[in-house]
């Protein structure tokens, strides 16, 4: 199993690497209009996001509008002792190259006070229809999330070129209620049972 997320996450990996920068900001701009307008936005006051990194879908638009939308917006930062917690950011200039050279947040703000009605986008290199993930190896959202899953609604955001067959997935991974592409928006019919993957989705 680990050997093929080895394999996997090294060719997801490459093959959104070849996108190119005007593919990346228009896409990534798609995303997040579609995510603007849809409830699970519009009814959330707290955004769990992250700072994109390399060929990632761009965030830097998205966590700026979060911002002006009048909501709280909750950025990861990865810890001396390797957990991953989310801290409140009022402003951009906030963020500072940390971690593997991704920007987080500084020694200003505050770790997130956790309240309803919260979402998180959740990235990752690779996505299937029956809202699996494979994330990077690391493991740190699959261990944030065991804490917090209850008080979370997870929408991952990816190219379509992310979205493939099957994903290999552990009893530990966590399935998503929303992964949301340039092209679609897939909604899990159950989103309250998040490790049952037998779990079917529909488009919104």
């Known amino acids: 199993m680990e050997i093929n997320k080895r394999k996997l996450r090294k060719t997801m990996s490459c093959l ?12 990534s701009d798609r995303i997040f209009e579609c995510i603007r307008k849809h409830p699970m936005y ?9 700072v994109s990194f390399r060929s ?14 009048g909501k709280i917006l909750a950025v990861p930062k990865v810890l ?18 940390g971690y593997m050279g991704i920007f987080e947040p500084d020694a200003s703000c505050p770790e997130i006070d956790f309240r309803e009605k919260a979402l998180m986008i959740v990235p990752g290199l690779a996505f299937d ?5 494979l994330g990077y190896g690391g ?22 070129c992310q979205v493939i067959s099957e994903v290999p997935r552990d009893m530990h991974d966590f399935l998503m209620e929303y992964i949301v592409t340039e ?9 309250n049972d998040i490790r ?6 529909k488009k919104s």
């Open 80 to 97: 001396e002792d390797g957990k991953m917690k989310f801290f409140q950011v009022d402003d951009l200039s906030q963020l500072k190259k």
């Open 42 to 50: 519009l009814d959330a006051a707290c955004i769990f996001s992250y």
């Open 129 to 133: 229809r029956k809202f699996g993930r």
């Open 183 to 191: 092209n679609e928006c897939l909604e899990r019919m159950v989103p």
């Open 16 to 27: 959104r690497d070849e996108l190119s920068e005007d593919q990346i900001q228009e896409w």
């Open 56 to 69: 990632e879908v761009y965030t830097w638009n998205f966590n700026r509008q979060i911002l002006k939308d």
């Open 139 to 160: 493991g740190y959202y699959d261990r944030y999330m065991e804490k917090h899953s209850d008080q979370l609604k997870l929408c991952a955001v990816a190219f379509g």
């Open 196 to 201: 049952d993957s037998g779990n079917s989705g």
